[in-house]
């Protein structure tokens, strides 16, 4: 089974800029695509942003549209998660997520406080 592993993640001041990784245990080319979401304390996991691995193609969450951008490199088998103009309402554990099949990551913590 793949391994995914996030990293990245931290404590940041609002307007400040984290960029997550997501390093697979094999080649994102077995994936169709990959996205990360998040889960804040007591809310449900949402999808933040998505990729294909062939053709690139984005989609993001509407609370993160304009800030975020979610890109892959191939050769390292890692997706990121470049987040700017953090909002504390953006805190919460990130995780990665591989299709096909129900591959998550372990998740890191994002806390931005005003």
């Known amino acids: 089974q793949v391994q995914l592993v996030e990293s990245g993640g931290g404590l940041v001041q609002a307007g400040g800029s984290l960029r997550l990784s997501c390093a697979a245990s094999r080649s994102l080319s077995g994936f169709f695509d990959m996205g990360w979401y998040r889960q804040a304390p007591g809310k449900e996991r949402e999808q933040v942003a998505s990729?294909?691995?062939?053709?690139?193609?984005?989609n993001y969450g509407d609370s993160v549209k304009g800030r975020f951008t979610i890109s892959r490199v191939n050769a390292k088998n890692t997706v990121y998660l470049q987040m700017n103009s953090l909002k504390p309402e953006d805190t919460a554990v990130y995780f990665c997520h591989g299709r096909p099949g129900d591959n998550w990551g372990q998740g890191t913590q994002v806390t931005v406080v005003s």
């Open positions: 990729i294909t691995i062939s053709g690139g193609l984005t």
